[in-house]
């Protein structure tokens, strides 16, 4: 059972994550963290704010969260994380490009783990934090 083709086929992981306001989100993650964002939503009828944002980065937007906002009211989604793998070269490039603009929070520099991995983490404005990384064995 451990090759099964239904599984095999699996092609994207697409976590939902909240976002207070889905203009800020979009502007941050557009901005300063230079994802592709799509547009702003409004799924929720009658209601004045955008409530849903997709962004992505990557070939073929292989890095894609979507964003939701919920009404007042209901109950908020609980901040959440993200791992995202880089090469080599894609990963020290950007942790300079966002250190020298300046846009964004840092939880932790950049550095080497004992377990193997190069990486650094910032967080949005709504809490959700995201860890850049790539292996220290990857030439």
């Known amino acids: 059972m451990a090759d099964c083709k239904a599984t095999q086929s ?3 992981l697409i976590p939902h994550w909240p976002s207070k306001s889905i203009l800020d989100t979009m502007q941050f993650y557009r901005d300063a963290l230079h994802f592709k964002v799509g547009e702003a939503q409004y799924l929720r ?14 070939p073929y937007c292989a890095i894609n969260i979507y ?11 609980a901040p ?3 791992m ?9 490039e950007y942790y300079q490009m966002l250190r020298e603009e300046g846009k964004v929070k840092f939880v932790e520099d950049i550095e080497d783990k004992p377990w193997g991995y190069r990486q650094f983490e910032i967080e ?3 809490g959700n934090a995201i860890q850049f990384f790539r292996f220290l064995d990857d030439k």
């Open 10 to 12: 699996a092609r994207k």
């Open 45 to 58: 009828e009658g209601y004045e704010h955008p409530t849903f944002l997709s962004v992505c980065m990557g």
């Open 67 to 77: 964003f939701f906002r919920r009404p007042e009211g209901e109950a908020p989604l």
């Open 80 to 82: 959440c994380r993200a």
């Open 124 to 126: 949005d404005g709504d």
């Open 84 to 92: 995202i793998a880089m090469s080599t070269e894609g990963l020290e």
